[in-house]
């Protein structure tokens, strides 16, 4: 059973660089089975996918969002991580990472086969 955890600070100053971690278990973020994303919901609003990651095909961007996201993978600590700069208040949302056995097309939950429970991240002043 792989489980996803995320983690990183639950409040961020406009401008500045938001860095959540997601760590892995019961499984290897350097599998070729799976893909890695980085998911987030704003209040009131639909899930919005932000981009993947994979061992061996690379990662992949919201073309929306590309200019201000950064998707990384560490291996050794069997870790993804995600860094969204020149955060503003549109950018409060619960974060989560979510694994699929395809490249994702959707944010849709049944897309994928596993979620972590999300992290909140507010960006206030």
């Known amino acids: 059973q792989v489980r996803l955890q995320e983690s990183g600070p639950g409040l961020v100053k406009p401008s500045q660089t938001l860095s959540l971690t997601c760590t892995v278990s019961?499984?290897?973020?350097?599998?070729?089975?799976?893909?890695w994303s980085w998911i987030r919901q704003s209040p009131g609003k639909e899930l919005e996918w932000l981009g993947a990651t994979h061992y061996g095909q690379g990662t992949f961007y919201s073309p929306s969002l590309k200019s201000r996201t950064s998707i990384s993978m560490d291996t050794s600590r069997n870790q993804l991580t995600l860094q969204l700069s020149s955060v503003t208040p549109e950018d409060t949302a619960v974060y989560y990472c979510a694994a699929s056995r395809g490249l994702p097309q959707t944010p849709r939950r049944d897309e994928y086969d596993y979620w972590g429970q999300g992290t909140q991240v507010t960006v206030s002043s």
């Open positions: 019961g499984g290897s973020v350097s599998t070729v089975y799976y893909y």
